[in-house]
């Protein structure tokens, strides 16, 4: 983690109050992204995951915590600072393909759409969205309209017009939902592209698996908090090279630990657990286990054996 992460979380809160109900969607969220870094944020419905993408994106305020984007503090903006921040620091890519785009704009037209909201002249905007359709493998579909393009080329569009006013973090909620798993797999591929060659931070929520093990990092969202990482990396050099990836638990910054649920239910761990400190690692027992551990290991030193011998 560096000095300069573009996303930092703090004990983040998020409650949705109707009528006399209230729900909690995060409650104590810890999350650090670095700039360039590919994100996929997994989780079961009910997690938090999208609520998280709409609170980074400032299209959801938080309840509680700290929580900063690109620089900006997201709990101090005015309704006119949030609007320049989702304008300027960020762009989206929505599962719905009919939301990411204007129907009756063709191709070119969508992408230089956010470019004219910043001000910027008209051969600018030719210029910048015919590169950024390149970019994405659609540079002969500029004046083609929505409607007569497939939806993972619609999709692409999407991710060139997310890309229009060179953002700090792009965020893409389920942008491979729709698409079948081979259009899928090629719009995972234009991510991973404009991902090392604009520089730019991606943040995907999903449930897609494929889409997931291609990014630098998972996280995992349970009951609302970050619970496992998994981090990957490249084991050799050019794109052949393997690539390991390694599961961790994620300790938050004030010593909250989410165990599996996997370890959790093979121990039978319940409400309280016993820790015992060694000098390179912490051990978790289940009540009660510690004492029949050391029963076990009185009973097996040698002197114990040779009186029972005797």
Known sequence: MSDDAVIVCDNL????????????????????????????????????????????GGLVSPTAGAVSVGGYDLLQLTVQDRTRFR???????????????????????????????????????????????DQ?????????HPAQLSGGEQQRVAIATALANSPSVVFADEPTGELDTDTAAEVV????????EEGVTIVVVTHDSELAAGTDRTVLIRDGRTSTEVLRRSAGHGPDGEVIAEEFA????????????????ALDLKQRVRLTLD??????????????????????RPGDRWAEDD
């Not at 960020?90 to 599962?95: E, M, T």
């Not at 591929?189 to 090392?196: A, D, F, Q, Y």
């Not at 286990?289 to 029963?295: F, L, N, S």
Request: avoid cysteine; charged fraction near 30%; charge should be neutral.
């Open 87 to 133: 304008r300027n620091q960020v762009g989206f890519v929505w599962q719905q393909t009919a939301r990411n785009l204007v129907p009756y704009l063709s191709a070119r037209e969508n992408v230089e759409l956010p470019m004219r909201f910043d001000g910027r002249s008209r051969r600018d905007r030719r210029i910048s969205a015919l590169r950024l359709l």
């Open 136 to 144: 994405v493998g659609l540079s002969g579909r500029a004046d083609h």
């Open 279 to 300: 000098v390179d690692r912490i051990n978790v027992w289940p009540d009660g286990a510690e004492t029949e551990r050391a029963e076990a290991e009185e009973w097996a």
């Open 189 to 196: 591929e234009v991510l991973r592209t404009v991902n090392r």
């Open 250 to 265: 994620v300790l938050d910054r004030v010593g909250r630990l989410q165990l599996p649920t996997e370890y959790v239910d």
């Open 13 to 56: 809160v998020k409650i949705y109050k109707q009528a006399d109900l209230e729900g909690i969607a995060l409650q104590g969220l810890d999350l650090v992204v670095d700039p360039g870094e590919f994100v996929a944020i997994m989780g079961a419905s009910g997690s938090g995951k999208s609520t998280l993408l709409g609170v980074l």
